[in-house]
């Protein structure tokens, strides 16, 4: 035999376990070989397998034992050193790559593990979020009830509607079997049944308010769960064996406006609370969860707010209700006023005229009858005539002078009048009838009263006459002595009026009247009474002396109205009586005041003699009227021109004349218009004639309608040469004469 | 001076001043006498004139107007404010006095009381006529002798 280099098997090829051996390797080589591609095949299918490199080399491994044992199959026969050579490397390769794996594995197989760690904690978290949804999703739709609940109760402003939609509402979102309110009553004392879910009328039960029970459930903003048993749970009456179901209370605060401060909530202490009671379906394995206790408080809260704006909304229709009636009563008593004061102008104006013109007539009249020749009886009676008509003619002007003083029409007079003169008429006045009693009268004047004063000079002259003619009236015997003076601040603190204390400025200074008398004097407590209308005190003395008791009255008036004050002191019965004012009169100032008054003593220091040449324009209907006027005008030399007509007042108007006279005094002209037609025409003031108004009429509206179309003066008829001397100075120096009336 | 025409002067003076003393004129009167001077000697004869002259057509006037089956008041009412104010002008008191009742009837529409009124009035510008045509004679009689007519003092 040659010896080859082939190797031998140790066993002889022919036996059975060489054949098993033979098979088991050849489809251990296919299984490794199967492998890999399996591998590849499924990674190639998968998206993410992190491990390519362990794969290559896994692969390796498995393809290198796979032919490890595929050249195995080779060594069962002789082979050749060749194929062993093939088989040795093979299994070297073999035993490198294997070894590697095997130190690779050790890394990698913790990883693999841990992925399925991951992947069981990630499952864990997953069902812990479904479940929290679950929950999330159960509040919400609590939440949305709950809104739904709060839409439902705060649309309407009807106390009954919210609770009971309170009710039905929760009654539906948590299916409740029975859902109950408890009011407090008016004594605060007990709790009463006020509504209920299942039953239509609910009869009135009460429960005490002080149960122990009920206590707790006050004392907390939350729900509270109660026992069935309690006796704000059962309602309905127990009927069988049943397992109630959970009840559950909670408070609902009854606020009132008054409640409400800016930023908090008020506190516990002044607290009405109603009760809310819901149960939950008897026989159910339900119980009260946490949420749902949450939304039972939030509706209470809600219906708390919803109730107090339907209180306070009823209480604010029922103070519109109130303010409308009185706004209606309030019209009905304006009407009336105006009505009964409309009646009372009327009445006067009637008074005023009506009245006064018979009563004129007939004293003029009865003086005319009295100069006549008449037998001794017939003298006495027109005598009696004459007195009781000037006692009544004074009385209609008294009357009417208060009624006018007492809704503040009146008003005074102003104008410059000479003090002392004034003094010396109610004097003369009053010195016959004093003479005639026996009475001493005197008069004294202190040295720093100013010879002129402005002030209303007949109402003044209406005090003195009314307050010495008092003196004189009521003294049977002695005397009467005037004082008057300038009032210091000093002497004037009257311990009567304190709060009465005059100021003289240099605008104004105040008069201070005495009156003093040695009559029967009066009485202290009597005093008081009599300032006040129709109060006379009745004492033998004054019974017979007549008067309507007005006087006083007002002259009080008037001295108010002059900013002044008077009184009346007196010691008492038998000691006489002294009467006082003080009234503000002001200094006559040469410079103040548009008015400037038409006086007796001209104030003027120059009087223009003649007016030669001044061209004036005289308008009047009247033709011997007309005629006088201007007979008066032209003897104080003026150039005259007269017009009976309106129209021919207007042609004849121009720039020329310097003044106008229009004469008023015939009905139905209307001098107003053509003063006023005049005004226009003539739009610079210094082009302009000056336009006069001649009257025979005292009233008052005619002068102030000749202010108002803007005349420049007014003057009474009749006019004697002296005063249009004056009127035509004062016109030309001031542009203005206003007299008086 | 002549004495006659002083004479005279002293008669016209007193009967001036008996019309104003009988309360047929009054101060106006005098007023009116006063505005006679040098630049308007005849003012007096002329306005006295003037008013004696249209005084009786007013008066006339106002009867008709009373006569009349509906009696317009406000015409009648106009009438007598033009007599009031010539009368008052003048100072034809007893007029003036006459004529103020006769508003008053005027205005209440008392027709009884309006013809009572008319009379009144009638008869004072009656009285007034005579005592002024006297006066106005008188002054003629002085202006014929050359004298002055004498004026009342202080107006």
Known sequence: ?741 | MNSRVVEMQNKYAEYAISLIAQGIMDDQFNRVQNMQDNSNPNFLSEILSSYLGDMPKLIHSLALDLQQQYVDFVKLDKTIHNIKGSSSSIGAICVLNACNAFVACCKEQDIEGCFKCWEQTSNAFALVKLKLEALLILEQQIRAAGGIVPKPVGY
């Open chain 1, 1 to 741: 035999m040659e010896s080859c280099n082939c190797i031998e098997p140790q066993w002889p090829p022919d036996d059975l376990l060489m054949k098993y051996q033979y098979i088991s390797d050849f489809f251990i080589a296919l299984a490794y070989f199967s492998i890999p591609l399996e591998l590849i095949y499924f990674v190639k299918k998968s998206a993410v397998f992190p491990y390519r490199w362990v794969l290559v080399q896994f692969g390796a491994f498995i393809v290198l034992c796979g032919a490890t044992h595929l050249i195995n199959l080779w060594t069962f026969r002789i082979h050749t050193k060749t194929v062993e050579v093939v088989m040795t490397t093979a299994k070297v390769l073999t035993a490198v790559v294997s070894c590697a794996t095997a130190l690779m594995l050790v890394h990698i197989i913790p990883d693999l593990l841990s992925v399925k760690t991951r992947e069981l904690f990630l499952k864990n978290k997953a069902a812990e979020l479904d479940r929290e949804m679950g929950l999330i999703r159960t509040q919400e739709e609590t939440g949305r009830h709950v809104r739904m609940l709060t839409h439902e109760i705060r649309s309407t402003l009807d106390r009954h509607t919210i609770l009971k939609t309170t009710l039905v509402e929760l009654g539906r979102t948590l299916a409740l079997e029975e859902c109950a309110l408890w009011m407090p009553t008016r004594t605060g004392l007990e709790l009463q049944l006020a509504y209920t879910l299942r039953q239509q009328n609910p009869v009135g039960f009460t429960v005490p308010i002080q149960l122990p029970v009920i206590n707790q459930v006050f004392s907390t903003n939350r729900a509270v769960k109660i026992s069935p048993n309690c006796p704000v749970a059962r309602i309905r009456p127990v009927s069988g064996k049943y397992m109630p179901g959970e009840v559950v209370a909670v408070r609902v605060p009854l606020l009132h406006l008054s409640n409400f401060q800016i930023n908090d909530w008020p506190e516990l202490s002044t607290k009405r609370y109603a009760l809310m009671v819901l149960m939950l379906p008897s026989d159910s394995a339900r119980q009260w969860h946490v949420h749902e206790l949450e939304l039972v408080e939030v509706v209470a809260d809600q219906v708390a707010v919803a109730l107090s704006h339907a209180a306070i909304l009823e209480e604010s229709m029922r103070a519109q209700q109130q303010l409308l009636e009185q706004n209606v009563a309030l019209d009905l008593a304006r009407r009336e006023a105006e009505t009964a004061i409309r009646a009372r102008n009327d009445f006067l104006a009637v008074m005023n005229h009506e009245m006064r013109t018979p009563m004129h007539a007939i004293i003029a009249l009865s003086s005319l009858l009295q100069e006549t020749e008449l037998i001794p009886e017939q003298r006495l009676m027109v005598e009696a005539i004459l007195k009781s008509s000037n006692l009544l003619a004074t009385l209609i002007n008294d009357v009417l002078d208060l009624s006018r003083l007492e809704d503040g029409s009146l008003m005074l007079d102003n104008g410059v009048f000479n003090l002392h003169s004034m003094f010396r008429e109610v004097l003369n006045l009053i010195k016959p009838i004093a003479s005639v009693k026996k009475l001493l009268i005197s008069t004294t004047m202190a040295p720093d009263v100013p010879e002129l004063a402005v002030g209303d000079e007949k109402r003044l002259m209406q005090i003195l006459l009314n307050v010495i003619g008092n003196a004189v009236k009521f003294t049977k015997e002695g005397s009467v002595s005037v004082t008057a003076l300038v009032a210091k601040a000093e002497c004037l603190r009257d311990a009567r009026t304190p709060e009465f204390i005059p100021v003289a400025t240099d605008d104004h200074f105040y008069l201070r009247v005495q009156v003093k008398d040695s009559g029967p004097g009066i009485n202290p407590q009597d005093i008081p009474k009599l300032f006040t209308k129709f109060a006379q005190p009745q004492t033998p003395a004054n019974r017979n002396s007549g008067g309507s008791g007005l006087g006083l009255a007002i002259c009080k008036r008037f001295v108010s109205l002059m900013e002044g004050s008077i009184w009346i002191e007196s010691e008492g019965l038998g000691k006489g009586c002294t009467a006082i004012f003080v009234v503000k009169l002001g200094s006559p100032d040469r410079s103040n005041g548009a008015v400037v008054p038409f006086a007796s003593n001209p104030l003027a220091n120059h009087i223009q003699s003649s007016f030669s040449g001044l061209k004036v324009l005289i308008m009047d209907e009247n033709g011997v009227s007309r005629t006088v006027t201007k007979g008066l005008l032209m003897h104080l030399g003026c150039d005259v021109t007269t017009v009976a007509s309106s129209e021919e007042c207007l042609l004849a108007v121009s720039r020329e004349y310097r003044v106008i006279f229009l004469d008023l005094s015939m009905p139905g002209f209307d001098g107003f218009d053509v003063a006023a037609q005049i005004r226009k025409r003539f739009s610079k003031r210094h082009e302009r004639p000056l336009i006069v108004a001649l009257t025979v009429s005292t009233d008052r509206l005619i002068r102030e309608n000749c202010v108002r179309v803007g005349m420049d003066g007014c003057i009474l008829k009749p006019i004697s040469v002296d005063k249009m001397r004056s009127v035509l100075s004062e016109l030309l120096e001031r542009r203005t004469v206003f007299e008086p009336l």
